[in-house]
């Protein structure tokens, strides 16, 4: 399944692709579902306590929350059309978030992929996976506008991976690690340069990366089943339409797997994304001038992971 967060009249609701590309809400068709087909007059209110109020709370559900969504994509691809245009929208009717808008916890991996280690003049990649923590509220979705703080001058965009955890992950081993994963998305981690090297001199960065804005994720959530091995996925990453990243994720030093069962230590949670790094052909790798290289205002960035979505966002002043 492809399933997406999206806002309908200033709602925010819960839905799932159908196979002509169309959005299901997926509350309303599973409501549906249950007064039609298992004549249950509190429709309603199971449809709500079945599927959670998001999407954090759709994946705390797990199975309960997955079947239903298939029974309810079932249901509606059975019907000439939804009555009352309620419960199918196209793409033009709605807009689309985040399909995670409010992670409980963005973790992104850094110097992750061999060829982007190069580019960055380090010596060699780390001994064991490092990676930084993005505020949740960075999060925007797939054709959400960018916006350019004043203050910074070297805006960069990194094309990666979003990998999200759907049940709870503690000290799980690298065979068992896909199992805890709910789906994927693709992510953009837009990355303020200078501030970071300017918090680098003093301490660990925080601030260069979790600007508002700086995570555009999505389109959408698309469930594990349907990537069958995501190891094997490619990446790339434009500018106006100029090819900056196109990449693999064979490069990756520690696989998905790995980032996995490592942060497992730490103990995960349903609706916790954990970000894969990126490859070579950010700006801050070119040499030897990086300045034409820069985002700047009106610049649109596509990013896009194979399988899985593109990313489309324009960069804005704040």
Request: charged share 25%; hydrophobic share 40%; aromatic share 6%.
């Amino acid at each position: 399944m492809k399933l997406a967060t999206f806002l309908h009249q200033n709602q925010e609701r819960i839905g799932a692709l159908d196979s002509a590309g169309r959005i299901v809400d997926l509350h309303r068709a599973y409501e549906s579902y249950l007064h039609e087909v298992e004549a249950n007059s509190m429709g309603g209110q199971l449809a709500a306590a079945v599927l959670g109020r998001d999407m954090v709370e759709f994946l705390k559900r797990g199975e309960t929350s997955m079947e239903a969504a298939r029974k309810a994509l079932v249901y509606v691809s059975q019907k000439p059309s939804d009555g009352n245009g309620k419960i199918i929208f196209t793409r033009a009717q709605v807009r689309l978030m985040s399909p995670v808008p409010r992670p409980g916890a963005l973790v992104s991996a850094g110097k992750n992929f061999s060829d982007h280690v190069a580019e960055m003049s380090s010596k060699k990649g780390p001994a064991a996976p490092v990676a930084f923590l993005k505020l949740p509220g960075t999060v925007i979705g797939p054709e959400d506008d960018i916006p350019h703080p004043p203050e910074v001058k070297n805006l960069d965009y990194e094309v990666e991976l979003a990998v999200i955890i759907g049940k709870p992950c503690v000290d799980v081993t690298e065979n068992d690690a896909l199992d805890y994963v709910a789906g994927y998305a693709a992510f953009n981690d837009i990355s303020a340069r200078d501030v970071i090297r300017g918090e680098n001199k003093t301490g660990i960065h925080l601030m260069g990366k979790s600007f508002p804005g700086f995570a555009p994720m999505g389109p959408y959530l698309v469930t594990a089943d349907e990537i069958a091995e995501p190891q094997n996925l490619k990446l790339r990453l434009s500018v106006n339409g100029e090819a900056r990243q196109d990449s693999h994720l064979g490069y990756m030093i520690f696989k998905i797997r790995d980032m996995i069962s490592y942060w497992s230590q730490m103990g995960l949670n349903p609706g916790d994304v954990l970000t894969t790094g990126t490859p070579r052909g950010v700006a801050a790798g070119r040499k030897p001038d990086q300045t034409p290289w820069w985002l700047k205002p009106g610049d649109v960035v596509e990013a896009e992971v194979e399988k899985v979505g593109l990313l489309r966002n324009r960069i804005v002043a704040e």
